[in-house]
T-cell receptor, first 113, second 117 residues
């Protein structure tokens, strides 16, 4: 079965500290991977995506993610977070070029001063 | 870039009435669009796949008679919540894949917050 798992529902972190938000998926076919951010009462904003090529992907707002095929993971990282990074982050996967995008449960990043 | 517009961004309706939400791809054609539902503090759950010129494909557990989907053109899909009840209150988001850019990301609308009173 195809699935997406975000291992942490909430991640509290102090401002300027590094952060990693974890995402694992289960699939027997090729995948395309995405991270989205959602601010309160707003839609989704694409942070970054992996379609092919280099497994280290850089996105907006200083975020990056690394695709690890053997571990079926696509963890999101940022070396130094800001208060403004407080939001909900969703990992999403499209399987085998299909159009369906399946979302993880989300991780709430809470940056404290 | 590819832009998907949803309208309205928020709506309040009385219980028992129907509400229509539009999803438009502004600068590209989309043979397939998707409708998601998001309850507070939860993830996005795929409701249905909207196919231009044919019937929508609904996910398990989604009532097709309650959530009517019409995809009449390559740039417009509509979701109508019929006989809305308070439990239908939610955030509804659509997405579309660029027809000419298969196997890339879906482009999301800004969402519609529906409140049924």
């Amino acid at each position: 079965a195809q699935s997406v798992t975000q291992l942490d529902s909430q991640v509290p972190v102090f401002e300027e500290a590094p952060v990693e938000l974890r995402c694992n998926y289960s699939s027997s076919v090729s995948v395309y991977l995405f991270w989205y951010v959602q601010y309160p009462n707003q839609g989704l904003q694409l942070l970054l995506k992996y379609l092919s090529g280099s497994t280290l992907v850089k996105g907006i707002n200083g975020f990056e993610a690394e695709f690890n095929k053997s571990q079926t993971s696509f963890h999101l990282r940022k070396p130094s977070v800001h208060i403004s990074d407080t939001a909900e982050y969703f990992c999403a996967v499209t399987f085998d070029g299909g159009f369906k995008t399946i979302f993880g449960a989300g991780t709430r990043l809470f940056v404290k001063a | 870039g590819a832009v998907v517009s949803q309208h309205p961004s928020w709506v309040i309706c009385k219980s028992g009435t129907s509400v229509k939400i539009e999803c438009r791809s502004l600068d590209f054609q989309a043979t397939t669009m998707f409708w998601y539902r998001q309850f507070p503090k939860q993830s996005l759950m795929l409701m249905a796949t909207s196919n231009e010129g044919s019937k929508a494909t609904y996910e398990q557990g989604v009532e097709k008679d309650k959530f009517l989907i019409n995809h009449a053109s390559l740039t417009l899909s509509t979701l109508t919540v019929t006989s809305a009840h308070p439990e239908d209150s939610s955030f509804y988001i659509c997405s579309a894949n660029h027809q000419g850019l298969m196997n890339t990301e879906a482009f999301f609308g800004q969402g519609t917050r529906l409140t049924v009173v």
